[in-house]
């Protein structure tokens, strides 16, 4: 009987790693799909590929991306990654950090983060 102990703590030892490690990644695709479905026009996120972009429309199980002034695309909602900033509900003088110069758009409804923004990387 003592020969089947060691044998059969390795088995339950292997099965309860399986199990905590399933429920983990359950819970982390629930919070994805909760995130991508929570998606509205004017949020600023970030692909799969590391694209920054704007939502400007939403259908079923694609989302229309503003990658620049201009310039949209089409993508699976499947390839947002996070929601990098919320569309903001209302825009007052507090929103505004030391002037950074996030404007809002009057025509979309969208903060335009194209404009006044420097990348040190790039150069």
């Known amino acids: 009987m003592q020969q089947l102990l060691l044998p059969i ?3 339950g030892a292997l ?3 399986m199990y905590y490690g399933m429920r983990k990644q359950k819970r982390q695709a629930a919070t994805t799909r909760e995130m991508q479905d ?10 799969t590929s590391g694209l920054h972009a704007t939502i400007t429309a939403i259908a079923d199980d694609t989302i229309e991306l503003e990658i620049a002034p201009g310039l949209r695309t089409t993508w699976v909602r499947a390839a947002v ?3 990098v ?9 507090s929103d505004i950090i030391d002037g950074v110069g996030e404007q809002l758009d009057d025509t979309r409804g ?5 404009k006044d923004r420097k990348s040190n990387d790039l150069n």
């Open 81 to 83: 990654r996070e929601v």
């Open 38 to 47: 929570s998606l509205v026009p004017g949020a600023r996120v970030m692909t």
């Open 15 to 17: 099965g309860l790693m």
């Open 85 to 93: 900033v919320p569309m903001p509900t209302e825009l007052d003088d």
């Open 9 to 11: 703590l390795m088995f």
């Open 110 to 114: 969208v903060i335009d983060f194209s």
